[in-house]
Each structure stands twice: as C-alpha cells, then as structure tokens.
C-alpha cells in the first residue's frame, strides 16, 4: 500500500482476514495512514533514507521509488543531441523549469519576467501547467533559445536529461527521476501541500547538499531570486558537478524489483505457515 485515504479502510480489512500487509512510503514524511498501518506491517519500503523515518528498523527498508529505466545518466554526447531534437543550441546551457502538471504561478512568473536575463547565458524551456500556458503564451515572444510548453505527455526523461539546470517541485518521485539522471536542481517546495511534506522531501537532499533549495518565503521577497539562483549555478561548473554527482548518489536503479522482493518475501513466509 502506498499511503492515502482510501488505503486505510483496506489496511485495516487485511488486518482483520490476517492478510499480510507491505507499505511503501514515498515521501520523508510519513502520511497519516501509513503511520496508522505501520504497526500492523509485515513490512515497510520507503523512499528516503530510513533516518527521515520513525518505523520499527527491523522491519523497513530504504528501497528508493520506482522509476521508468529511461530515467538514468546520459553521456554528454546523448545530451547535446536531445538539445538539438528539442530544437535548442547543443553548445549552449539549457534550463528547464517545471512546476508540475498543474504548473506553478510564482515559478512561471519569475521566470518569464527574467527571461532577457536568462537567455544572454542559458536556453530556456518552460513547462508552464495548462492553466497558465495561454496567458504566458501572449506575454512573451518568440525568441531564440526560449519554448514555452503546458504540458510534456511524452518523452520527459529527454527533457530533463537534456538540461543543464532543472528548476522543479519537490514531489518525491520527480527528485528520484532526476536523481537518477544525476541532474543539478533547484528545488522550490510547495509548503501548502499536506503536512509540509514537500518541505521535508527537498530537505533530505539539501541536508546531503545534492540540491538548492529555494522557498517560496525567498522568492516573495526577491522577484528575481530564482533567476539570480539560476544564474549562480550555470557560472559555478564545479558546484553543477557536484551537485548532479551528490544526488545521483540517492538513485536506486533497483528500486521495483526491491520492491518486489519484499512482497515476495511476506508472501512465502505466510506460504510456510
């Protein structure tokens, strides 16, 4: 089980038919119902290390997040032709920002309202949302090195291998797919969302210094924070490289068949009883 509203009526019914339960938590906080399951789980996978957790160790491993396998590094030469597919320049630093299939007005706005400054140093690609893409779409021109999209359907691991710098939420399986592309990123956590736990996703690889991490608080203060942040990571290429290597060190590759393994596991020893 996975966590959720839905998921707890069901736990609580496999508890009562002694039907074996495995949990996996995907974010670094725990939600509510996998925190009232626990003590009933044969076993518990989660996303982050175990040291965000409060489950019984005995019983908990940190496996990662499943992601599709297109999501890995990409050699320098793969990445300058997924520029150039994208219709940007290969030799020129390419910026992707995504706020999520929803989009993310603040991030939308800061970039579109630094956009000049950007592209005298860096390409563009802005994953808008659809509710916002149409407004977006009038205020700004056509220009070299900028696109503008609402929404990529398909060939996303692409997108973001191509990048130089991802600008992106802090949604728990997004910084695992860019973990395993070893990508520099700027996170901006959406601290509304339930229980914080975005906060607490992006803190877990700024505490390991695989990220940047940019508040919301930071930008309502500062309209070209981001831009600024931006421009900071693209003229420090050592902090880039470390950056990418440092949360590439969270892939699990191995993640599904870990997974699986665990279920595997409860299952027999429930078939030897």
Sequence with gaps: MKGGYVCLPVGYAAKLFRIPIVLHDSDAHPGLTNRLLA???????????LEYYKYPPEKTAYVGIPVAPEFRPYSSRERAEFKKRLGFAADRPLVVVTGGGLGAKRINDAVVLGRDKLLQEASIMLISGKSQYEELNQRTDSREGWRLEAFISEGMAMVLAAADVVVARAGATTLLEL????????????????????????????????AVVLTEEEMAQSGDALVNKILQLLRAPKILSGLGNNF???????????????????LRRKGRR
Excluded at 40 to 46: D, E, N, S
Excluded at 183 to 199: C, D, E, V, Y
């Design 39 to 49: 003590p009933f789980a044969a076993k518990i996978g989660t996303g982050a290390p």
């Design 179 to 210: 973990a395993a592309l070893h990508k520099p990123t700027i996170i901006i956590p959406n601290g509304m969302l339930t229980a914080g736990h975005q906060l607490k996703n992006a803190k877990v690889y700024q505490d390991k210094l695989a």
């Design 248 to 266: 590439g060190k969270f892939a699990k590759p191995e993640a599904a068949r870990d997974m699986a393994e665990m279920i595997l596991t409860v």
